[in-house]
């Protein structure tokens, strides 16, 4: 019997082999979209919550109607302003660690730098989602209420971050850095946890090395 260099079981391109080795790379990446994608949408969810939850505890300045359409604030020293923006930062700390440590369970720890990326993007987005719906819920009500209501009329009106509603979509820049709060500390959560992580590796790892003119492979049993 002749020996031959060939294995008889070789793997031919396009074989088993091969097909094997192309979804083990696709796999990865079909996980690392599938939960960048969910770790964004989840994102817009938590800021549309976060935008009701600012609208139930953050309070609204009163205004006196003082004419067809125009009204003025009650009180010019009233704190309501830098209250309902400080609401509105607690709920961006809390709603974007809820982002990081959940983005970060989903795709981060298996995944890394895409659903990292949708960490950041999803923040943002939930911040946005955020103030669009604080700012609009209830300002339609109060505009017809400026147009309709006798003067004297007192108005709560709604909430508006830095005091400035003119932007629909994009806040204005007194406002970017209660926006930043979302993305600041979803980024955050994720970079304390992989910090954690890498300390929390390292005494194992320092101790696996072997030292200096040690031999470096394992003897056998009963030597």
């Given at each position: 019997?002749?020996?031959?260099?060939?294995?008889?079981?070789?793997?031919?391109?396009?074989?088993?082999?091969?097909?094997?080795?192309?979804?083990?790379?696709?796999?990865?990446?079909?996980?690392?979209?599938?939960?960048?994608?969910?770790?964004?949408?989840?994102?817009?969810?938590?800021?549309?919550?976060?935008?009701?939850?600012?609208?139930?505890?953050?309070?609204?300045?009163?205004?006196?109607?003082?004419?067809?359409?125009?009204?003025?604030?009650?009180?010019?020293?009233?704190?309501?302003?830098?209250?309902?923006?400080?609401?509105?930062?607690?709920?961006?700390?809390?709603?974007?660690?809820?982002?990081?440590?959940?983005?970060?369970?989903?795709?981060?720890?298996?995944?890394?730098?895409?659903?990292?990326?949708?960490?950041?993007?999803?923040?943002?987005?939930?911040?946005?989602?955020?103030?669009?719906?604080?700012?609009?819920?209830?300002?339609?009500?109060?505009?017809r209420q400026l147009l309709t209501t006798s003067q004297g009329t007192l108005l709560h009106a709604p909430l508006a971050l830095a005091?400035?509603?003119?932007?629909?979509?994009?806040?204005?820049?007194?406002?970017?850095?209660?926006?930043a709060f979302w993305p600041l500390a979803a980024c955050t959560v994720v970079?304390?946890?992989?910090?954690?992580?890498?300390?929390?590796?390292?005494?194992?790892?320092?101790?696996?090395?072997?030292?200096?003119?040690?031999?470096?492979?394992?003897?056998?049993?009963?030597?």
């Amino acid at each position: 019997m002749s020996i031959t260099g060939e294995y008889p079981f070789e793997p031919r391109p396009g074989g088993p082999g091969g097909g094997s080795d192309q979804a083990s790379v696709a796999s990865p990446l079909v996980g690392s979209l599938v939960s960048s994608l969910v770790i964004l949408l989840g994102s817009g969810l938590i800021g549309l919550a976060g935008g009701l939850a600012w609208t139930s505890f953050a309070p609204r300045a009163v205004y006196v109607v003082v004419g067809r359409g125009s009204a003025n604030v009650v009180n010019p020293e009233t704190s309501a302003f830098i209250a309902a923006d400080a609401w509105y930062c607690l709920i961006g700390v809390a709603g974007g660690l809820v982002i990081g440590l959940a983005g970060y369970l989903l795709g981060v720890r298996r995944y890394g730098p895409a659903p990292m990326a949708a960490i950041l993007a999803g923040g943002v987005l939930a911040a946005l989602a955020a103030r669009w719906l604080g700012e609009n819920q209830g300002l339609h009500q109060f505009n017809r209420q400026l147009l309709t209501t006798s003067q004297g009329t007192l108005l709560h009106a709604p909430l508006a971050l830095a005091g400035d509603t003119a932007a629909a979509v994009w806040p204005p820049n007194a406002s970017l850095p209660a926006v930043a709060f979302w993305p600041l500390a979803a980024c955050t959560v994720v970079g304390g946890i992989v910090l954690i992580k890498v300390l929390r590796d390292r005494p194992a790892r320092a101790y696996g090395r072997p030292r200096h003119g040690e031999a470096q492979f394992s003897s056998y049993p009963g030597q």
